[in-house]
């Protein structure tokens, strides 16, 4: 697990959405659930992180340093529908990454790009759970970036990026 710098804001998506269904067919851990114990868990190695549920409400989720992941999950909720950009807009304090959890189902044309909220020089890491069709905003260009699923490999991504250097894909031996 990489210790991050600075300050980052952990937005977790608590929406009904992320409870429908288990992380896979292996697994009994839900979406929601799974989004909570990663975002906490980079919450709590982060130098200083802010961290936050959201459906269509959001609120800050209190955790201590050297506090278990699973204590905290417990302060979780669900929260209903989906607003990504109302949280945004409500936590932003001029972070110096944004990483947001969630399966990205919103309404694009009522909420607007989450992304759009936050400076361009500022980097937002995207972990989508689910795969739905239209994404929150936009991926691959400048400081915005969208990964597919969580892995071991995923708690890499943030600093590999940040470092700008290369390095073998997570998945190469």
């Known amino acids: 697990m990489p210790a991050l710098p600075g300050r980052t804001l952990v937005l977790v998506d608590r929406s009904g959405s992320m409870f ?10 839900n979406r929601a659930d799974a ?3 990663f975002g906490t868990a980079l919450a709590l190695r982060a130098a200083h992180a802010d961290l936050v549920e959201f459906g269509t409400t ?18 979780f909720g669900n929260l209903g529908g989906t607003d990504t950009t109302e949280a945004v807009r409500r936590h932003y ?12 189902q919103y309404a694009p044309n009522r909420h607007g790009d989450p992304t759009a909220q936050i400076p361009a020089h500022i ?26 699923g969580l892995s071991d490999a995923a708690f890499r991504m943030v600093p590999l990026l940040e470092a700008a250097r290369n390095a073998d894909w997570p998945w190469a031996v």
């Open 20 to 29: 429908w269904s288990q992380v896979s067919e292996r697994s009994q851990l």
């Open 35 to 37: 989004a909570a114990i």
């Open 58 to 75: 959001s609120s800050a989720v209190e955790f201590r340093k050297g506090e278990s992941v699973l204590k905290v999950l417990d302060r």
């Open 93 to 104: 304090r001029k972070h110096d990454r944004v990483l947001i959890v969630t399966d990205e």
């Open 123 to 148: 980097p937002v890491y995207t972990w989508n759970l689910e795969g739905y069709r239209a994404g929150h905003g936009p991926s691959g260009k400048g400081n915005r970036h969208v990964f597919g």
